[in-house]
């Protein structure tokens, strides 16, 4: 009974059927579960995201005291406003060490230290399936320094 029980939790913990064997698949419940598109596809941080632009990034920006405003990049292959020009080694860095190919560290509102402990084969998994996402053209907003005033809306983030 207890070979059941055990092997009945290791289905449950390993994501829908088929997801391990296939890693793109993994890739997409993955980013499901860790609300990827909460932030990065517009209208997701207020609750409408916009289906047909889906994690292609946000107009609407994170303003973090002291630090500036950070917008949610596009997560897209598209080559020039997502992450086309980036290796699917170069994405599992960013999730795991928080830092982009330029070496510029991501806003910390992203939860990389979370991230960090990933296992291989499912940071592989993420980059995979954010690979094979169809491309979107768009541009979302530079991030902007504290003494820069925004253009676009933004969410103030609140540190007690």
Same mark, same amino acid.
């Given at each position: 009974?207890?070979?059941?029980?055990?092997?009945?939790?290791?289905?449950?913990?390993?994501?829908?059927?088929?997801?391990?064997?296939?890693?793109?698949?993994?890739?997409?419940?993955?980013?499901?579960?860790?609300?990827?598109?909460?932030?990065?596809?517009?209208?997701?941080?207020?609750?409408? %995201?916009?289906?047909?632009?889906?994690?292609?990034?946000?107009?609407?920006?994170?303003?973090?005291?002291?630090?500036?405003?950070?917008?949610?990049?596009?997560?897209?292959?598209?080559?020039?406003?997502?992450?086309?020009?980036?290796?699917?080694?170069?994405?599992?860095?960013?999730?795991?060490?928080?830092?982009?190919?330029?070496?510029?560290?991501?806003? %910390?509102?992203?939860?990389?230290?979370?991230?960090?402990?990933?296992?291989?084969?499912?940071?592989?998994?993420?980059?995979?399936?954010?690979?094979?996402?169809?491309?979107?053209?768009?541009?979302?907003?530079?991030?902007?320094?504290?003494?820069?005033?925004?253009?676009?809306?933004?969410?103030?983030?609140?540190?007690?």
């Amino acid at each position: 009974m207890r070979s059941i029980a055990v092997g009945a939790l290791a289905l449950l913990l390993s994501g829908p059927a088929g997801a391990a064997e296939d890693p793109v698949k993994r890739g997409e419940y993955l980013s499901r579960i860790m609300d990827c598109t909460g932030c990065h596809t517009p209208g997701g941080l207020t609750g409408k %995201p916009e289906a047909d632009r889906y994690l292609s990034g946000s107009e609407l920006g994170l303003a973090i005291p002291d630090l500036g405003v950070f917008y949610p990049p596009n997560l897209t292959p598209d080559d020039e406003t997502g992450l086309g020009t980036w290796s699917e080694a170069d994405i599992v860095r960013a999730l795991r060490t928080g830092t982009r190919p330029n070496g510029r560290i991501l806003a %910390p509102v992203m939860p990389w230290v979370s991230y960090a402990s990933l296992t291989d084969g499912d940071a592989a998994a993420i980059a995979a399936y954010l690979k094979s996402l169809p491309a979107v053209s768009h541009r979302v907003p530079p991030p902007l320094g504290p003494k820069e005033q925004p253009r676009t809306p933004y969410l103030g983030v609140v540190v007690p």
